[in-house]
Each structure stands twice: as C-alpha cells, then as structure tokens.
C-alpha cells in the first residue's frame, strides 16, 4: 500500500464528479488533463493574484532600510522567496551562486533566502558549509507579511530557480516591487513572467550563474526588467480572480 494511492483515488473521484474545476494556470489545466484524462472544457483557469496594497514599490527607504536591519540583512542582497526544499532547487542555487562568487568576485551581493525550511533543507545547509558561504547567503527564518515587501523592495534583484510550480506567487510579487527577475524556464513561468524576467536552465548551474551575473550587473537590462515587470503584475490581482472565479460558480448555479 502506497501513502499516495488514497491522495490518487481521491484526486479522480473528486475530478470525476465535480461539475467544473479550477486551475491557477493553464500548465497546471494541461497536467490534469495528461495525468488524468479530464475533458478540458471542464477545467477553467482563474490566475492567482497579490495583494497590490502591499507588494508595490515603496519610496519610505529610510523604513525599508529599518525594516531590513531588523532582520539583519547585510546590502546588496540578491533575494529568494518560498520554501527551503529540494524542489525549490535551492541546493542548485547555492552552487551557481558559489560559482557566481568565484567567478566574478565583483560582485558584491549576498544571497538572501526567505522561507520555511521543508525537505531538503539540511542539504542545502551542507552546501553553504561546503562552500564556505556562511557569511555570504543568509536565512533570516520567518518573516511578517507586514515586513516582506521592504525587503522586496531593499534586494538589488530576485531569483526563482524552482524545479516545478504551478503559479509562483512570490514572481509577481517581486515584479510588483519593481525587481529585475531570473526564473527558471518552466512554461508555466513563461505563462505567468512573460518576457518580463530573464530564464535559465533549472538543472544548468553554469547557466544559471551566469544569468544572475547578468542580472545583477547589466544596469540597461536591469532597467528594461523593471519596467516590464511592473507593467506585467498589472495582469494579476485577488479582485481578478475573485471576480473570474465568481464568474465559473455562476455557470456551477445555472
């Protein structure tokens, strides 16, 4: 007996018998049909959103500044969201990141990875040890909603190496805050970033060092990031997806 054989039985029963479904992308709407044979009229795609009260751009940097020493985070700092685990890709990030370092000592910034430690953690911390990067990539634990966007808004740039997503909320929010973005090149990134970030193999640390020296060194591309990204997050927003996802219950009702 598997653990995951009742998670799959209930996935179909459940896809089955539902008169719509809700996908948060359309990669994620092309999985279900190819794993499990849902007829695609079925399956409605309603985008995540972000709350634009908080992940914007903040012009107090004398309180973002404080906001960051509170935690305390050394500037320049290149920034990761989400959760501390193997399927984030970190491990990888950590090696591109010490092969950024030794390539190109220049270059000053630090690596900031914000986000609750989960499967795979400790192997990431071997890697920083390895290394030698304790002083060089920081991972200041939980932070307040309240706080996140000024340390958004303190990074120099973000990076988004994950292996698989289904949205990634914390791309849009960087974009939000005027960050010039590397992500993986997974499509549903090229679905959600467009050609507001700049991509990297996820499994190519070579690759993936030398786009982040890119990002962190190129000031016109990191001027044309900006502002496509700003103008990308435009797109996504809780009020959209309420109203959309409103909009399938209705068609549920009738």
Same mark, same amino acid.
């Given at each position: 007996?598997?653990?995951?054989?009742?998670?799959?039985?209930?996935?179909?029963?459940?896809?089955?018998?539902?008169?719509?479904?809700?996908?948060?992308?359309?990669?994620?709407?092309?999985?279900?049909?190819?794993?499990?044979?849902?007829?695609?009229?079925?399956?409605?795609?309603?985008?995540?959103?972000?709350?634009?009260?908080?992940?914007?751009?903040?012009?107090?940097?004398?309180?973002?500044?404080?906001?960051?020493?509170?935690?305390?985070?050394?500037?320049?700092?290149?920034?990761?969201?989400?959760?501390?685990?193997?399927?984030?890709?970190?491990?990888?990030?950590?090696?591109? #990141?010490? !092969? $950024?370092?030794?390539?190109?000592?220049?270059? *000053?910034?630090? /690596?900031?990875?914000?986000? +609750? &430690?989960?499967?795979?953690?400790?192997?990431?911390?071997?890697?920083?040890?390895?290394?030698?990067?304790?002083?060089?990539?920081?991972?200041?634990?939980?932070?307040?909603?309240?706080?996140?966007?000024?340390?958004?808004?303190?990074?120099?740039?973000?990076?988004?190496?994950?292996?698989?997503?289904?949205?990634?909320?914390?791309?849009?929010?960087?974009?939000?805050?005027?960050?010039?973005?590397?992500?993986?090149?997974?499509?549903?990134?090229?679905?959600?970033?467009?050609?507001?970030?700049?991509?990297?193999?996820?499994?190519?640390?070579?690759?993936?060092?030398?786009?982040? #020296?890119? !990002? $962190?060194?190129?000031?016109?591309?990191?001027? *044309?990031?900006? /502002?496509?990204?700003?103008? +990308? &997050?435009?797109?996504?927003?809780?009020?959209?997806?309420?109203?959309?996802?409103?909009?399938?219950?209705?068609?549920?009702?009738?």
């Amino acid at each position: 007996y598997e653990p995951t054989t009742y998670l799959d039985w209930s996935t179909k029963f459940a896809l089955r018998h539902a008169k719509k479904i809700i996908t948060v992308s359309q990669f994620t709407k092309n999985e279900l049909i190819n794993a499990y044979r849902v007829a695609p009229e079925k399956i409605m795609v309603v985008h995540n959103g972000y709350d634009r009260n908080y992940y914007r751009i903040i012009k107090d940097q004398e309180k973002a500044i404080q906001v960051a020493n509170g935690y305390g985070l050394d500037f320049p700092y290149l920034l990761y969201v989400g959760r501390l685990e193997k399927k984030k890709n970190i491990p990888l990030l950590v090696e591109a #990141f010490a !092969l $950024l370092k030794e390539r190109h000592p220049e270059i *000053k910034e630090k /690596l900031v990875l914000i986000g +609750q &430690a989960s499967f795979g953690y400790d192997e990431i911390k071997y890697i920083i040890e390895e290394y030698d990067l304790d002083q060089e990539v920081v991972m200041p634990g939980w932070i307040s909603e309240t706080d996140l966007p000024y340390l958004y808004n303190c990074a120099q740039a973000f990076v988004f190496p994950s292996r698989h997503e289904g949205f990634g909320i914390p791309v849009i929010q960087a974009l939000a805050c005027g960050l010039p973005t590397a992500v993986s090149d997974l499509p549903v990134m090229r679905e959600v970033a467009g050609e507001a970030v700049i991509y990297f193999d996820k499994d190519n640390k070579e690759e993936m060092a030398e786009k982040l #020296f890119q !990002l $962190l060194s190129d000031q016109k591309l990191r001027d *044309k990031l900006r /502002l496509a990204g700003l103008e +990308q &997050a435009q797109q996504f927003s809780w009020e959209k997806c309420a109203a959309e996802t409103l909009k399938v219950l209705q068609t549920v009702i009738e």
